[in-house]
């Protein structure tokens, strides 16, 4: 029993049919739990009043932005070294869940900036990252979409998912090298720093836990899906050559 | 029953209504094309059952 | 190589699109902005090292699409590929002679355009400077861009949304090396960095470039 | 070597500048042709026939080295392929004389004299390629290959555009180069008057039920 097994397609489909159940059933548990929880029964921070609630949905938010776009580049990396399809799949599947969960993290962290640091966007450097992390996403999901051979697609697209980690970091540096920003250090670490209170930090920690399992459970599905897709293609080309680009949804 | 949220309500309310939106969005995106592709899927699988 | 670049620097000048049109771009580029921010010197001294990198990049930006399109269009890429040359070494000698033709008329156009802009006379040097640093990198980056799109049919638009979040580190390093010039204080530091990223990618960007322009010629 | 190897190399001996060996060729994951085998001996040349589409220029890619082989291998010398196809990639802001003397660099070699000679471009020497007619840039772009000095040429449809006066004078620079131990692949469909093996592809077509080998771990 070796993982690499599970690069086979078929073995994919049928490892994710028996785990995707648990992965939606925990994701949605956990969501719920730590979002009411962190809704409904936490304090008001001191300083920050209510609007610290928008850290259940801020922090995992942003912390899966970046893990998405990290998954992507491991699976790239597995996709050029041993070329098995469902890696390269599983890329492009991730990518838009990455999209979403940068724009929530953009979204709700101008939203509790502004009553916060009383503007919508400041040219912070954290605020900065993701919003260039969030063009690499646009520019990754582009290139996927404009070409037609999916080999062809998967070797290009992962080569823009390895230079661009390399660039996306250097962004990172340089635009704190750039404006020194208004953002809190990070919030959340193993240790507890003594600003995030533990009344704070385990509806947190359950949150994080939702979003990574409602990551994974997308990831999986959209994988299946793009599987599907080129099974389809497949059979389509088998059944008459020339009608194989034109799938619906490809 | 909603808390007391004080003067942040309306930013503290948008937030999740935001985020909610989107996270149920994309997994009603992705739900809705695994279903089509799943279809098609199984629309060619039984042409090709038919055919070879 | 010394006979591909040299010929794609004839071809610019006998197709008259590489100096002229670009430097053009970046003229206009720069006589709009006191008409969009208004004429007021100071405000016009503070951004003028900003708004010359950003047209420095956006005139690079401009013919980029270009770059490769043309010889994949007529099959002189092909021909390329099976030629001694490796495709690494003809994406840089193609990303050079596209400095030379575009990026080094930019450098040397800039210390007039900053009079047009107000610039702080302090600020001339290391505005020069800066953009000889990070031009090179702007060429280098781009030639991987238009090495991804060069099989797309209309792939100059997506080639700039992939282009342009790459170049985010190098113009903030060569804007902030201008301004703080300009401010009078110490550029160093950022003309380093500067440095180092143009390094870096001068470095590895061909071997980028010629890994996705073999997957798109096969 | 497969069974075409009886028609193009007679004795064990003869040097073989291209060998082919079970060769599966296909494009965008659909394959085109498989099983292909075949040999080619210095001062020979091989015809490839077929309808449009059957995968001539894969095939001549393929060899090229343009693209991977889906099945099978292809052993070519290294460096000894110059391949001409429908581009030809001239550049029409340079002369004739400009783009042959830019593609004799970048093949290592000098001297121009010989190619301008052998398609009559003589006179045409310091004209803009842009200012030929296509006929006329057909014969700038076979001209091309002789300033390569490479030993096999891979061309794809070179007479296109060529009246009879040029396509003979094609077939004689052909011959010229056989002539010097140089062997040719070439896809046409009209009769060159070459001394010349002929390899039909229609045979070879993959068969329906040929997966891509990019899809079959989806069947």
Not at chain 2, 31 to 52: D, S
Not at chain 4, 125 to 143: F, N
């Amino acid at each position: 029993m070796s993982l690499w097994e599970y690069a086979n397609p078929v073995k994919f489909l049928g490892l994710s049919e028996r785990v995707m159940p648990w992965l939606w059933g925990f994701a949605a548990a956990c969501l719920g739990v730590g979002l009411i929880w962190g809704f409904f029964f936490t304090p008001d921070d001191f300083r920050q009043g209510s609007t610290v609630k928008i850290i259940y949905l801020h922090v995992p938010a942003a912390f899966m932005a970046i893990q998405a776009w990290f998954m992507m580049l491991v699976v790239s990396l597995i996709w050029i070294i041993r070329r098995h399809h469902v890696s390269a799949l599983a890329a492009k599947a991730a990518a838009p869940v990455g999209v979403v969960m940068t724009l929530i993290a953009l979204v709700t962290g101008a939203i509790w900036g502004q009553p916060m640091w009383g503007t919508w966007w400041a040219w912070d450097p954290r605020l900065t990252s993701f919003l260039i992390l969030f063009l690499f996403y646009l520019g990754y999901i582009a290139l996927w979409e404009a070409i037609e051979d999916p080999d062809t697609a998967a070797d290009l697209t992962s080569i823009l998912c390895l230079v661009g980690t390399v660039f996306a970091v250097l962004s990172r540096y340089a635009v704190n090298f750039w404006n020194q920003g208004l953002h809190q250090g990070a919030s959340l670490s193993l240790d507890k720093e003594e600003n995030v209170a533990d009344v704070f930090y385990i509806p947190l920690l359950v949150c994080m836990a939702g979003f990574v399992l409602l990551f994974l459970a997308l990831v999986f599905y959209r994988t299946g899906t793009e599987i599907r897709v080129r099974r389809t293609r497949a059979l389509i080309a088998r059944e008459g050559r020339g009608a194989a680009a034109q799938v619906e949804g490809a | 029953m909603i808390p007391d949220l004080g003067k942040y309500a309306d930013a503290v309310l948008s937030a999740y209504a935001v985020s909610i939106a989107l996270l149920v969005g994309i997994v009603a995106l992705s739900l809705w094309r695994g279903r089509r592709v799943r279809a098609q899927m199984v629309e060619a699988e039984k042409r090709a059952g038919r055919n070879g | 190589m010394r006979a591909l670049f040299l010929r794609d620097l004839v071809l610019a000048l006998r197709a008259g699109g590489g100096f002229g049109l670009g430097l053009a771009f970046f003229l206009i580029v720069v006589v709009l902005v006191p008409f969009s921010v208004g004429p007021s010197s100071e405000l016009l001294g503070r951004i003028a090292p900003g708004v010359l990198w950003l047209g420095a990049l956006l005139a690079c930006l401009l013919s980029l699409d270009r770059l490769l399109a043309v010889d994949w269009e007529d099959g002189a890429l092909d021909l390329l590929a099976t030629s001694p040359l490796p495709l690494e070494g003809v994406i840089a000698v193609k990303a050079a002679a596209h400095w030379v033709t575009t990026g080094l008329p930019l450098v040397l156009a800039a210390p007039v355009l900053g009079v047009l802009l107000n610039l702080a006379p302090q600020g001339y040097g290391v505005l020069v400077l800066s953009l000889a640093l990070g031009t090179p990198a702007l060429s280098m980056i781009g030639a991987f861009g238009a090495a991804l799109t060069v099989g797309i049919k209309r792939g100059g638009l997506l080639m700039s949304l992939l282009v342009l979040p790459l170049y985010v580190p190098t113009l903030i390093f060569g804007a902030e090396a201008a301004r703080r010039a300009a401010e009078g204080q110490d550029p160093a530091t950022p003309l380093l960095f500067l440095a180092g990223i143009t390094a870096g990618v001068l470095a590895c960007m061909p071997f980028a470039a010629g890994a996705v322009l073999r997957v798109n010629l096969r | 070597m497969g069974g075409f190897c009886a028609l193009s190399c007679s004795g064990s001996d003869i040097v073989m500048e291209l060998s082919v060996t079970d060769l599966a060729v296909g494009r965008g994951g659909i394959p085109l042709l498989a099983g292909l085998s075949f040999g080619l001996a210095r001062g020979r040349a091989l015809v490839l026939r077929g309808p449009n589409g059957s995968g001539k220029t894969t095939l001549l890619r393929t060899v090229a080295g343009l693209q991977l082989p889906m099945a099978g291998r292809v052993e070519v010398g290294e460096d000894s392929v110059a391949y001409a196809a429908h581009a030809d990639g001239l550049k029409a802001a340079l002369s004739v004389a400009e783009n042959l003397r830019f593609w004799a660099a970048v093949f290592g070699q000098s001297g121009i004299d010989a190619a301008l000679r052998a398609f009559d471009l003589e006179p045409l020497a310091e004209r803009r390629a842009g200012q030929l007619s296509a006929g006329q840039k057909r014969r700038l772009g076979l001209a091309r290959l002789v300033v390569t000095g490479r030993p096999l040429w891979v061309l794809d449809e070179p007479t296109v555009s060529l009246d009879a006066a040029s396509v003979a004078q094609f077939g004689a620079a052909v011959r010229a180069h056989l002539g010097h131990g140089g062997a040719a692949l070439i896809a046409t469909h009209i009769d060159l008057g070459l001394e010349a093996d002929v390899l039909d592809v229609t045979p070879y077509r993959a068969a329906a039920d040929a997966m891509a080998a990019t899809d079959e771990a989806f069947l």
